[in-house]
């Protein structure tokens, strides 16, 4: 179980995003991801924008939404990254991705919720292989070259900047040359980069910049991060699913090792884990592992009291136990938290107590 501190474990994180998330947890003291699985847009987008100060991560099944919009820019997608922008959190569709790597390839980037293009994080049920795996990272690098070129196509047909942006794309601006307008990616609206191009100047601490589809236009600049946190990098990332947390799952050590050993290899794509317990166990392993199946007693009741599953397979852990114990990074709670009375309040306890769970490891001894 490391001792180590987020922050710490920030300076020293191989994946960009890893580094982002750890910061983000450091300022706003919270190791806590909300799962949530409403069944309306509606709902989760109030869910997110209520509960939002207090998590780190916001974790999606966006099939289980009846009503999800698809659209690119105006969609549930969209909105969700806009709301993670404010409040400061990741988005992370739990898609469990699990078939050979030409269709997870399709399903994490085309199709209908076009996952990749909202969602930072996602993860992997790795049964098919490690082949999964590779096949994702190929479609997350192959992507995030596309939004390369498309942010500098976008600057550089954009208005000219004003102030300076921060930023290790900038060097290489000048290197680049509109691309023409044939070329079937859409560079038509000039207006709106012109418009994005202008905010990206003024956005000096950013590194990076945001999803084209996901655009900031002069209404969205009041919801600037009151965090005084940079965006997050436009790298995705991915979580591999190594162990389950319900009752009599398949997962035992050796698929649990191969999965480890698949993070091994996509340093620049795998964040982490889904897991019950931290696999980080070479010295040079800065994983992220989160853990599902969370719940606290009633406040009313014994902190130490054992919490019942739901009856479907679901098993329970106390932050404590999840966090101290198990030495994981993040817990997971879906029904802890949606299915009481006051979300809010309910999270910002369940915040603390992780957070609590995690002062007390890296403090003992
Ligand atoms: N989840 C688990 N266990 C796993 C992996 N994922 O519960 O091993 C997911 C579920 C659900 C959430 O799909 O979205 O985490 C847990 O919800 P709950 O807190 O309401 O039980």
């Known amino acids: 179980v490391t001792k180590a501190s987020y ?12 580094a982002y998330l750890l910061r983000l947890m450091t300022l706003k003291k919270s190791n806590l991801c909300l799962s949530a699985d409403v ?24 099939d289980l939404i009846s009503n999800w919009d698809y659209n690119p820019t105006t969609g549930t997608g969209a909105r969700l990254a806009r709301l993670a922008r404010r409040h400061g959190f990741l988005v992370f569709e739990d898609r469990k991705f699990g078939d050979i790597g030409n269709t997870v390839q399709l399903q994490y980037t085309e199709g209908t919720a076009k996952i990749i293009e909202w969602s930072h ?25 596309r939004k390369r070129y498309q942010v ?9 900047r ?39 100047s003024i956005t000096t601490v950013s590194q990076h910049f945001e999803p084209i589809n996901s655009p900031r236009l002069s209404e969205d600049l009041e919801e600037e991060s009151f965090l005084g946190i940079e965006e997050a990098p ?30 091994r290899e996509h340093k620049d794509f795998v964040m982490g884990f889904v897991a019950q317990e931290s696999l980080n166990t070479q010295s040079d392993d800065q994983f992220i592992n989160m853990t599902p199946g969370c719940q606290l007693p009633p406040e009313q009741e014994d902190e130490d009291a054992e919490i019942q599953g739901d009856g479907k397979g679901q098993q ?22 949606i299915k009481s009375e006051d979300p809010v309040r309910e999270a910002e306890r369940y915040r603390k107590k992780a957070w609590e769970a995690y002062e007390e490891r890296i403090a003992s001894s």
């Open 162 to 200: 004003s102030g300076s942006v921060n930023s290790d794309d900038e060097e290489e601006d000048d290197t680049v040359t509109p691309m023409p307008e044939t070329n079937g990616l859409d560079v038509g609206q000039s207006s709106n980069y012109g418009r994005k191009a202008s905010i990206v």
């Open 39 to 62: 069944s309306t847009t509606n709902q989760l987008l109030y869910l997110a924008n209520a509960v939002g100060p207090s998590i780190v991560v916001l974790k999606t099944h966006y």
């Open 316 to 337: 329970y852990n106390t932050p404590q136990k999840i966090i101290g114990l198990k030495g994981n990074d993040i817990v997971i709670v879906g029904r802890g938290i």
């Open 7 to 18: 922050s710490d474990r920030a300076t020293d994180a191989a994946h960009p995003l890893s």
């Open 121 to 145: 994080i996602t993860n992997v049920n790795m049964v098919p292989g490690k082949a999964a795996v590779d096949a994702l990272a190929e479609a997350a690098m192959k992507w995030r070259e």
């Open 152 to 160: 500098k196509t976008d600057i550089s047909v954009g208005t000219p």
């Open 234 to 263: 436009m790298e995705r990332g991915l979580l591999i699913l190594a162990q389950m947390s319900s009752k009599g799952n398949f997962m035992n050590r050796e698929y649990t090792d191969a999965c480890v050993e698949s993070a």
